[in-house]
């Protein structure tokens, strides 16, 4: 008979961890919401495609998120998946802080906030919020989406990027 009561003993360091995690590389995003008319946003490296039918995503917010609090109330978020040229706004949108939205260009788009320039977009709305460790992860159906031909953000051995394509053949 196999237990059904299992309960993992860490034996990984934070550092081993976070080594191992910094040579995967991820695509940046800023996930965005509304606190009545005021938006609000921060940075992602965790999120992905989770289903094509229907179109659903997931997103991983800290615990202590100011957003967290926002898209448990509201149900809905937006998914700026960043261009290459916009690491000021991954940085931006990656500190703490209430003003974050100042000299930045958005729009509202969906009652979601939108940033320009980004690659894609996603309005999404909560389907489901799942406890993760130090994180909750929000599975969310897409109800609508954009994308432009840019070149994404991407976070890889602690440092900013993009996608290069390897020669023909290989």
Request: net charge negative; with cysteine; proline share 7%.
């Given at each position: 008979m196999?237990?059904?009561?299992?309960t993992?003993v860490?034996?990984?360091?934070?550092?081993?961890?976070?080594?191992?995690m910094s040579?995967?590389?991820?695509?940046?995003?800023?996930?965005?919401a509304?606190?009545?008319?005021?938006?609000?946003?921060?940075?992602?490296?965790?999120f992905?495609?989770?289903?094509?039918?229907?179109?659903?995503v997931?997103?991983?917010?800290?615990?202590?998120?100011?957003?967290l609090q926002?898209?448990?109330?509201t149900?809905?978020?937006g998914?700026?998946?960043?261009?290459?040229?916009?690491?000021?706004?991954?940085?931006t949108?990656?500190?703490?802080?209430?003003?974050?939205f100042a000299?930045?260009r958005w729009s509202?788009d969906?009652?979601?906030?939108?940033?320009?320039?980004a690659?894609?977009?996603?309005?999404?709305?909560?389907?489901?919020?799942?406890?993760?460790?130090?994180?909750?992860?929000?599975?969310?159906?897409?109800?609508?989406?954009?994308h432009?031909?840019?070149?994404?953000l991407?976070?890889?051995?602690?440092?900013?990027?993009?996608?290069a394509?390897?020669?023909?053949?290989?």
């Open positions: 196999i237990s059904t009561d299992f993992p860490p034996t990984v360091t934070a550092e081993e961890f976070r080594r191992v040579s995967v590389c991820t695509p940046v995003s800023v996930v965005t509304f606190d009545d008319r005021r938006p609000h946003g921060t940075t992602v490296s965790a992905a495609s989770l289903s094509l039918a229907p179109p659903m997931l997103v991983a917010l800290d615990l202590g998120s100011d957003l926002i898209i448990r109330r149900r809905r978020f998914l700026n998946v960043l261009s290459a040229d916009q690491s000021g706004l991954a940085m949108f990656a500190r703490k802080g209430a003003d974050k000299d930045v509202a969906g009652d979601l906030p939108r940033l320009d320039g690659a894609g977009w996603l309005a999404c709305e909560v389907e489901q919020l799942i406890p993760g460790g130090d994180h909750v992860v929000a599975m969310a159906a897409v109800v609508a989406a954009d432009h031909e840019r070149s994404p991407t976070y890889h051995q602690r440092l900013f990027g993009t996608h394509a390897l020669p023909d053949g290989q």
